[in-house]
């Protein structure tokens, strides 16, 4: 079950300042952006699409008192490289294990929203020795339908030739969920931000990653590390029948649906968010 690192992983990393400044690690031959705050146990934090690390900016500032907090700018989004390679979900799974590698973590708890959970799941698959506890947030385990995956492409080829502000203006209603489009302007800004920050050669290979990327539904019943599963009740990318129906397929996985949230539900309840993230780590170090 588990696969082989396929990619080299070189563990020359660099502090380049204090605090919030960032931190740059050379994982599997290109530079990794990534924070590392607090102590006990470690919590990394995978990022969804097409957004970088400073989504997890409320779970850092409350919950590095509780545990280690690790988050990373995926291959393709941030601070991080956008190589004009083809990317794929077992690779971002790769570089998040090169990172734990370089900072001396055997096991952490992996927090994935939405592209994050497909990246956690597929982590899980190939490294399951290293994960600790897995919150899947506002995510789903199957695959694409030939119609999603079609899309995708389509997008992909929209965001090489019209650039990432194209791609803000078609996401950004569909990531928030109506009561923040509707009362929380400065959130609606931070995902704009974020999203036109990208490159556009970084988005299209996540979207085509995407597409591509396996089935896990088979993988549910075989988890065997504590589960929290989190979606937003206005979710409509991955809505909470979908997130009922990972919970049934994994022993024990507990829910928590935050009212008043889309697909976003960290950055748009983080009080609530946050507060079942502690309650889940709290029992996940016992
Ligand atoms: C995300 O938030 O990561 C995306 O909605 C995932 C997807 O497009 O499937």
Redesign the pocket.
């Known amino acids: 079950m588990v696969a082989a690192l396929s990619l080299s992983v070189d563990f020359h990393i660099e502090r380049t300042g204090v605090s919030h400044a960032p931190m740059k690690a050379t994982i599997n031959e290109i530079e990794i952006d990534y924070r590392d705050e607090g102590s006990g146990v470690p919590v990394v934090l995978i990022h ?2 097409p957004l970088n690390q400073s989504m997890w900016d409320d779970q850092f500032s409350h919950l590095r008192d509780h545990c280690r907090m690790i988050s990373l700018d995926l291959r393709g989004f941030g601070r991080s490289d956008a190589p004009h390679s083809a990317y794929s979900i077992d690779e971002m799974a790769l570089d998040v294990r090169g990172l734990m590698t370089a900072l001396e973590i055997d096991r952490a708890v992996l927090v994935g929203l ?2 994050g959970g497909y990246i956690a799941l597929a982590f899980f698959r190939n490294y399951p020795e290293a994960v600790r506890g897995l919150v899947l947030a506002d995510t789903r385990a199957g695959a694409d339908t030939p119609e999603a995956r079609e899309r995708r492409f389509t997008s992909a080829l929209k965001a090489e030739r019209e650039g990432s502000r194209a791609i803000g203006e078609d996401m950004v209603p569909l ?1 928030l969920g109506r009561t923040t489009l509707e009362t929380r302007p400065s959130v609606v800004e931070k995902v704009r931000m974020m999203i036109e920050g990208n490159s556009p050669q970084g988005i299209a290979g996540a979207q085509r990653a ?1 597409a591509e990327r396996r089935d896990s539904s088979n993988m549910l019943s075989v988890i065997d590390v504590p589960v929290l599963i989190v979606v937003g009740s206005e979710d409509t ?1 991955t809505p909470v029948a979908k997130a009922e129906r990972m919970q049934n397929g994994i022993r024990g996985a507990l829910l928590r649906i935050i009212d008043d949230a889309g ?1 976003l539900s960290n950055l748009e309840q983080p009080e609530e968010f946050n507060a079942a993230l502690i309650d889940f780590i709290a029992s996940a170090q016992t």
Do not use: D, E, T
Request: hydrophobic share 75%; aromatic share 12%.
């Open positions: 969804a699409f939405s592209m990531l995407m990318l697909h």
